[in-house]
Antibody, heavy 117, light 112 residues
Framework: EVQLVESGGGLVQPGGSLRLSCAAS????????MSWVRQAPGKGLEWVANIKQDGSEMYYVDSVKGRFTISRDNAKNSLYLQMNSLRAEDTAVYYCATEGGHWFDPWGQGTLVTVFS | QSALTQPASVSGSPGQSITISCTGTSSDVGGHNYVSWYQQHPGKAPKLMIYDVTNRPSGVSNRFSGSKSGNTASLTISGLQAEDEADYYCSSYRSRSTTLYVFGTGTKVTVL
């Protein structure tokens, strides 16, 4: 069974840092681009970042550039999102998702990040 | 990065057909056949329903279909059922941008 399980969310103050992890199983992790997508409470989906199969290319939404870093460890079948200088507007459920082509499938269950002051 | 435009809500009676629109620009929806659609029930992760404008993943009901004309993509749900009540989001690849993907504003589908 294909499965993605996120972890690492929690409460953090503005300016703080968190590292999200996504453990993949049931498919060849190293064969796919991977993405992080977030959803603020009661709001829509927002693509955050993605990374190529070998980690050589990464792309980010403008609002997180310079603050977030996406990475992966294919030996551990794991995807990461290092989030620094967190802001209130980064509060959201963060999903990891596999890119089959130019689409996202499957998705993890999400992990909640709350930035509070 | 402007989101793609969707109607906030669409409703229909069981058995009816409804269509959700998704309007973008020539840099995203109109420039590629890379539009996908996602269904999200409350408290759940999104589920892929349509990819590359018209393709349906294995296991998705054939009551769901996708199309595109110019800068507007559409998702049609035929034979509406109670379990179709959910939020729906479109997404598109966006060229000439480092923000590679953009999602729609989301549409709440209500089965009357």
């Amino acid at each position: 069974e294909v499965q993605l399980v996120e972890s690492g969310g929690g409460l953090v103050q503005p300016g703080g840092s968190l590292r999200l992890s996504c453990a993949a199983s049931g498919f060849t992790f190293s064969s796919n681009w991977m993405s992080w997508v977030r959803q603020a409470p009661g709001k829509g989906l927002e693509w955050v970042a993605n990374i190529k199969q070998d980690g050589s290319e990464m792309y980010y939404v403008d609002s997180v550039k310079g603050r977030f870093t996406i990475s992966r460890d294919n030996a551990k079948n794991s995807l990461y999102l290092q989030m620094n200088s967190l802001r209130a507007e980064d509060t959201a459920v963060y999903y990891c998702a596999t890119e089959g082509g130019h689409w996202f499938d499957p998705w993890g269950q999400g992990t909640l990040v709350t930035v509070f002051s | 990065q402007s989101a793609l435009t969707q109607p906030a809500s669409v409703s229909g009676s069981p058995g009816q057909s409804i269509t959700i629109s998704c309007t973008g620009t020539s840099s995203d929806v109109g420039g590629h056949n890379y539009v996908s659609w996602y269904q999200q029930h409350p408290g759940k992760a999104p589920k892929l329903m349509i990819y590359d404008v018209t393709n349906r993943p294995s296991g998705v009901s054939n009551r769901f279909s996708g199309s595109k004309s110019g800068n507007t993509a559409s998702l049609t749900i035929s034979g509406l059922q109670a379990e179709d009540e959910a939020d729906y989001y479109c997404s598109s690849y966006r060229s000439r941008s480092t923000t590679l993907y953009v999602f729609g504003t989301g549409t709440k589908v209500t089965v009357l």
